[in-house]
């Protein structure tokens, strides 16, 4: 049963618009929450995070909202630009460091 | 980037074959994941190290060992492939266990595939 969902295999966008990555997970124990982005025939690359006690972290164009409640996070990419297009990973922490991945979304940002 | 390469960043092999996947890193972190990404379940940990010589079972570990004999290589080891280990491994790398700075980085990967 998986734990961390991304329910929106693959989103496409307009170049200079919104985009915006849903995270689903399950497990209470999770402490921390980051977005991986990966491009094809490369390994994921760290992109932002956020602790399970905050409800927003910002990094440029890159925010992260959670809601604990829900079991929800999101990440927001204003504006998006087509070098943006790749696939994005929501991942979950628990003891040990240890990270639980969703099944990705794949952004395409067209010019 | 964080310096870490793995070998070979291809392999082909046949079922039953031992294969053996190095990971290296420059940047003497003390932790070290081995990772399996299969479409649609992301990615899932293998096993990982907290240190030479220490390591644990992650999420799917069966038909996988490690080990770590010095700091900078990891290497994840298939002792009889099948074809259900045709995937791509990536390595990661974290300088903590603590959320936030344990923050893992990962290796550019390597595409499996076992006939």
């Known amino acids: 049963d998986q734990q961390v969902k991304q329910n929106s295999p693959s989103l496409s966008v307009q170049e200079g618009r919104i985009s915006i990555l849903n995270c689903d997970y399950t497990n209470s124990m999770f402490d921390y929450f980051l977005w991986y982005k990966k491009y094809p025939a490369e390994g994921p690359t760290f992109l932002i995070s956020i602790s399970s006690i905050k409800d927003k972290n910002e990094d440029g164009r890159f925010t992260v909202f959670l809601n604990k409640s829900a079991k929800h996070l999101s990440l927001h990419i204003v504006p998006s630009q087509p070098g943006d297009s790749a696939v994005y990973f929501c991942?979950?922490?628990?003891?040990?460091?240890?990270?639980?991945f969703g099944g990705g979304t794949r952004v395409l940002v067209k010019p | 980037d964080a310096g870490i390469t793995q070998s070979p960043r291809h392999k082909v092999t046949e079922t039953g074959t031992p294969v053996t996947l190095r990971c290296h890193q420059t940047e003497n972190h003390r932790y070290m994941y081995w990772y399996r990404q299969d479409p649609g379940h992301g990615l899932r940990l293998i096993h990982y190290s907290y240190g030479v010589k220490d390591t644990d079972k992650g999420e799917v570990s069966d038909g996988y060992s490690v080990s770590r004999s010095k700091t900078e290589d990891f290497l994840l080891t298939l002792e009889s492939a099948t074809s259900s280990q045709t995937s791509v491994y990536f390595c990661a790398i974290s300088e903590s266990m603590v959320a936030g700075v344990g923050t893992q980085y990962f290796g550019p990967g390597t595409r499996l595939l076992v006939l």
């Open positions: 991942a979950a922490r628990t003891a040990g460091n240890k990270l639980t």
